[in-house]
């Protein structure tokens, strides 16, 4: 058997694994390249295997750089299943249609306004193809090994993160490989831990924060007093969220804050209607979260749910203080980039990153400083406080990876560390090493192994 990485390497995104062996392959995720503009280039390129080519594809969750490729795969030639679990299918379901609707806006909008160098601008997909991509989507129960087609026997398991994510875990040849997708966090807010693992010959294992530990002051404290620092100065807070697990989280924080008078009680607006629609999965799912129906209940309640485009231009007239809490997560589209334009030029105003930033992002500029970014072909100056909480990321950071690790009752023949940027990544090789003694590689982009 061999383990092709076709993306997630020397980046946090583009999660692709192909598993081959004499008679089948299979993909474990299929996720779009974001940030620099050389990675997002790889989505229009063919893929190193032909789509026609892949048996079956297993998805780790539901995030964009894990599954936002799959409506392309389709559009040119998969035909076959794309398993996961119950709650990643019921995200998709809602991620995938609005990434090609969002795609489709921004190409009608360059068109527009003439700022694209392509003529004329054209999606990667369209709302159209994500709808066709979803007919082929099964879902899985947690815990449940499945059977694909006698040469790949899969089994799921909780990783925490967000709704729906899971840790894979495959058997093949004799042979047991282990991929953790996104792990979540020991302690996250919302989300229960990920499931420890006791057996595996093979893991690949992430590293999003292989080289930094989160900040172990309380997530609620650190929140208030960065939003009450720029709601007495009458300003607007601006938060970029990932509309999948960032978005509740933030809003049942808000909330808490309220109730407890840490912060002043200013209008929140959920700018996002994907965002919307996910936190209502949360009922569905409730055993796989920490929150009561109360809580979930009361998080719903906090925010003004900003549906329409004209009311999202609305918000742009309006003044401080308020909340307005928008996708996408680090700046790369949709409506929080007209409030980016609106908002950031005033100093009064702060734009909260409520998590890590791929590198070549807008977020990842705005957090390295930058006096201007680029939105829609010209750039918006940025005067508004920009700050970031490392402390709200739902991946667990080296520390936890470690800890997870620790789980495992026999060193794997081999670990792979891969979805991180080049530091990070070899970063926890080393901390793997030296810990714990086991054999630890990064691999490079395309690169090809044999699992014995």
């Not at 994510?165 to 831990?193: H, K």
């Not at 999003?208 to 404290?221: K, L």
């Not at 010209?378 to 970031?388: D, K, L, N, S, W």
């Amino acid at each position: 058997m061999k383990l092709r990485f076709l993306g997630a390497t020397g980046t946090v995104t583009g999660s692709k694994y192909l598993l081959s062996t004499g008679v089948s392959n299979l993909l474990v995720d299929c996720g779009l390249f974001q940030g620099l503009k050389a990675l997002r280039e790889r989505n229009w390129r063919p893929l190193p295997v032909a789509p026609a080519a892949i048996q079956h594809v297993l998805l780790t969750h539901a995030h964009l750089d894990h599954s936002g490729y799959v409506p392309l795969l389709v559009k040119r030639g998969y035909r076959g299943r794309v398993s996961a679990s119950r709650g990643t299918c019921d995200l998709c379901r809602i991620l995938l249609p609005d990434a090609g609707h969002l795609q489709e806006e921004e190409a009608q909008y360059a068109a527009r306004h003439g700022f694209s160098r392509h003529h004329p601008p054209q999606p990667l997909y369209a709302e159209a193809d994500a709808f066709t991509s979803l007919q082929r989507f099964d879902g899985l129960d947690f815990g449940q090994a499945t059977d694909f087609g006698g040469a790949y026997r899969a089994t799921l398991h909780p990783a925490g993160h967000i709704l729906g994510a899971a840790i894979i875990e495959i058997e093949a040849e004799g042979v047991r490989v282990v991929f953790s997708g996104d792990l979540g966090r020991m302690n996250d807010p919302l989300m229960r831990p990920p499931t420890p693992l006791r057996e595996t010959d093979y893991l690949i294992v992430e590293s999003t924060y292989g080289n930094r530990r989160h900040d172990p002051a309380e997530p609620g404290a650190v929140l208030a007093r960065h939003l009450t620092r720029a709601l007495a100065r009458g300003g607007v807070v601006v938060v970029p969220a990932f509309a999948v697990g960032r978005a509740q989280t933030l809003l049942y924080l808000i909330h808490r804050l309220k109730a407890q008078r840490a912060i002043p009680d200013v209008p929140v607006f959920l700018n996002s209607p994907m965002a919307a629609d996910v936190t209502q999965l949360y009922q569905r799912y409730q055993a796989e979260h920490r929150l009561s129906a109360a809580d979930y209940a009361a998080a719903c309640r906090s925010a003004v749910i900003v549906n329409s485009a004209d009311e999202s231009r609305a918000l742009n007239r309006k003044q401080g203080p308020m909340i307005i809490i928008s996708a996408s997560g680090m700046a790369t589209g949709g409506r929080v980039l007209h409030h980016l334009k609106a908002f950031a030029p005033d100093p009064r105003n702060m734009i909260l990153l409520a998590g890590f930033q791929a590198a070549g992002t807008r977020g990842a500029a705005l957090a390295a400083g930058t006096d201007a970014v680029k939105i829609h072909g010209g750039y918006v100056p940025v005067r508004a406080e920009v700050v970031q909480l490392d402390n709200l990321s739902a991946h667990a950071d080296y520390a936890e990876i470690l800890q997870w690790l620790e789980g495992f009752a026999h060193p794997p023949r081999r670990v792979f560390v891969t979805h991180g940027e080049p530091a990070a990544a070899d970063e926890l090789r080393r901390r793997i090493t030296e810990r714990l003694g086991w054999r630890v590689s990064v691999p490079e982009y395309l690169e090809e192994v044999n699992l014995e």
